[in-house]
């Protein structure tokens, strides 16, 4: 049995439509779909998400909203029109959207959670009426009555435990279950979202819930790539990948989806295949719980900017019972998490996402100064963080070897290095300006 989760763009016109019920209709395994709301169509279109966030904004501001309301409207019966689908479907969607904006409450951020969850809602209703129309038994499950139940925290909400017990008898639908991401129910019965990209954790969930044998995620591109295929045009495609890996590579800059989204489906074991809705017939990239180590010792190398480093420098550091437990203490006090903390006998260093110290990094450093009484403190602004990913590297001599000499042939000075107690990952950090210039270098070297 298989979940199969369709994004924004594979569902976002009447053509990307019929290519999905194609693809499902291929696959008898293909027993739930999870879909998003209709994404662009082009570079210059808008998602219909955020068309809906424009028209709830209109209707809390106390603004005329018919342009707005129509906006959504439209996108809904050009798919309906392209389908060849009943006409009733556009009125429908109408009548659904004058429904919300007419039972909003006192609740700005659960009146909004009603109005972006209306992309997905409508959207799975409309495709379930485009697999009837040519025969296939298939019925629209509305989240909250099949037992999806949300914490109530609108617009970041989180999956309740019961909601898996619940969710577990969609196994036992005979007709194509045609889910809406996104959204569930709280206990009290209000609607309420995970945060944004929440179809994937959608998919993730109902996968775990029905045990199913893979939860296939269709995107738009082939595969994952070893590297940005717009900086490394030779990138190979990655064909099997462990959790691990994809954690590491997502978390600096992989963007096929959220890491944290697919963690229901991580938890439970469940093997996750990347396909490319334009291309269903190519293979993907499976991520798997563990997998055979083949001769490539690097999966994939990624990057991400917008980092801090802030440098505590305190002779006999290492005497000191507890400096490191209070270091980042002070962090936590203010809010703010951190990312690696390489350190030295009489140095320690946090690096963290830069926009975490904003109106934060006066009082931060005035905490460290005056408790931890260090003979010097600075931050480092403007770093990069690159991650050279592998199950393979922990059987591998001379891995951060080649790494460091296609740096320094670069020209690219590394300020930092960290290699996971896992061993199947190496951070470097260098300058945001030489972020390209060291992808490349490592692209080079592992890839060729």
Do not use: W
Request: aromatic content about 6%.
């Amino acid at each position: 049995m298989k979940v199969v989760k369709f994004g924004g763009s594979s569902v976002a016109s009447g053509e990307q439509i019929s290519k999905v019920v194609d693809i499902v209709r291929a696959d008898s395994d293909r027993r739930i779909v999870v879909v998003s709301a209709p994404g662009k169509r082009n570079a210059s279109d808008t998602k219909v998400t955020d068309l809906l966030i424009a028209l709830g904004t209109h209707v809390l501001r106390g603004e005329d909203y018919g342009d707005a309301l129509d906006a959504v409207v439209n996108r809904y019966v050009e798919i309906q029109v392209a389908m060849a689908l009943p006409e009733r479907l556009g009125a429908e969607v109408r009548k659904d959207l004058e429904d919300r904006i007419a039972a909003r409450g006192d609740h700005d951020a659960q009146f909004m959670d009603t109005m972006k969850a209306a992309g997905e809602d409508n959207n799975a209703k409309v495709i379930a009426e485009a697999f009837r129309a040519i025969g296939t038994d298939a019925e629209y499950v509305d989240p909250g009555e099949a037992g999806m139940l949300l914490s109530d925290e609108f617009g970041n909400a989180e999956v309740l435990p019961e909601s898996y017990e619940r969710l577990a008898q969609l196994r036992k639908r005979d007709a194509v279950v045609v889910f809406p991401g996104f959204f569930g129910r709280t206990r009290s019965g209000e609607l309420a979202t995970f945060p944004r990209g929440g179809s994937d954790i959608t998919g993730a969930i109902l996968s775990a819930a029905v045990k199913a044998d893979v939860y296939e995620n269709f995107t738009d591109v082939d595969s994952v790539y070893a590297m940005d295929p717009r900086l490394i045009d030779r990138a190979p495609a990655i064909e099997r990948m462990t959790y691990r890996e994809m954690r590491e590579l997502a978390y600096a800059g992989f963007g096929v989806f959220h890491d944290e989204a697919i963690v229901p489906a991580v938890h439970a074991q469940i093997p996750i295949c990347i396909k490319n809705t334009n291309r269903p017939e190519a293979p993907g990239t499976l991520v798997v719980p563990e997998r055979e180590v083949d001769g490539a010792k690097v999966a994939g190398i990624s990057s991400a900017a917008g980092f801090s480093s802030i440098y505590v420098d305190k002779y006999m550091m290492n005497r000191e019972v507890g400096f490191g437990r209070r270091l980042l203490q002070i962090l936590a006090d203010e809010g703010i998490s951190y990312e690696h903390t390489p350190s030295g006998i009489d140095n320690m260093s946090v690096i963290l996402h830069s926009q975490q110290l904003d109106g934060k990094e006066a009082a931060v450093l005035e905490r460290i100064q005056r408790e931890l009484e260090p003979d010097s403190i600075s931050v480092e602004d403007g770093l990069a963080l690159l991650m050279v990913v592998g199950e393979g590297m922990r059987y591998a001599v001379g891995m951060a070897s080649q790494a460091t000499q296609a740096l320094a042939d670069a020209e690219v000075n590394i300020e930092m290095i960290n290699q996971g107690a896992s061993e199947i990952s190496m951070m470097f950090a260098v300058k945001g300006a030489d972020r390209e210039r060291a992808l490349k270098a490592l692209g080079e070297v592992f890839f060729g």
